[in-house]
């Protein structure tokens, strides 16, 4: 199946910076989902990509889908506490089986 | 509107038993897939059950098995418990291929 990786596999900011995660596939994908797993909790739906060099935002989040594909990001702007958590991407085959990634987990200090 | 519902919560098994979760979709919802997440990893796909019938399966072993009711609602089954089987599974639903998937706060197994 498809495989990606994120990273970093941890990311440790100051209240306040910025924080980015980054999602690589070696193969094309359809499209991408992203989702955010709090400490303890499941993981919720963010956005989902599918145009090539996508663009969306969500008031501090921003996401983009690579030209060729294969890659994406999430970048937040000026973090907050309510911020940490697991940020996990997760590309959808044509079929509708979605693959994890082994996320992010960003930690905010206050 | 209820989300994903998803029952026991936590559950304690011993090595070699049997073990069924279950899964209620968010309403409007008919299809289910089911994941398993270990401590410190992503979530890995089992399979996904669409108009009762199994229509993707990830690399999960035959002792995974499970099964999807006229009403949306879905079963994992575990036969043969190891230890490796210890894991948070996951249910989540959608409309068909529809965007995102909606979870439910899982079920956490522990195999002794």
């Known amino acids: 199946g498809q495989q990606v990786m994120q990273i970093p596999q941890y990311q440790h900011v100051q209240e306040g910076e910025d924080f980015t995660t980054y999602c690589n596939s070696s193969?094309?994908?359809?499209?991408i989902q992203w989702y955010k797993q709090r400490p303890g909790g499941h993981p919720v739906f963010l956005i989902q990509?599918?145009?090539?060099?996508e663009v969306k935002k969500q008031k501090r989040l921003t996401f983009q889908f690579g030209e060729a594909k294969k890659n994406s990001s999430l970048h937040i702007t000026a973090t907050q506490t309510t911020d940490v958590g697991t940020y996990f991407c997760?590309?959808?085959?044509?079929?509708?089986?979605?693959?994890f990634g082994d996320g992010t987990t960003l930690t905010v200090k206050p | 509107d209820a989300g994903v519902t998803q029952s026991p919560t936590h559950l304690i098994k011993t090595r070699g038993q049997q073990v069924t979760l279950r899964c209620s979709p968010k309403?409007?919802?008919?299809?289910v897939s089911w994941y398993q997440q270990a401590l410190g990893q992503g979530p890995q796909f089992i399979f996904q059950?669409?108009?009762?019938?199994?229509?993707q399966r990830g690399n999960f072993p035959d002792r995974f098995s499970g099964h999807q009711f006229p009403n949306y609602s879905s079963e994992l089954n575990v036969n043969a418990l190891l230890l490796g089987d210890s894991a948070l599974y996951l249910c989540?639903?959608?409309?068909?291929?529809?965007?995102?998937?909606?979870f439910g706060s899982g079920t956490r197994l522990t195999v002794v």
């Open positions: 193969t094309t994908l359809s499209n």
């Open positions: 059950y669409y108009e009762e019938e199994e229509r």
């Open positions: 990509l599918v145009k090539s060099g």
């Open positions: 309403s409007g919802h008919d299809t």
């Open positions: 989540a639903s959608s409309l068909g291929q529809g965007i995102g998937y909606t």
């Open positions: 997760a590309p959808n085959t044509n079929a509708g089986k979605s693959t």
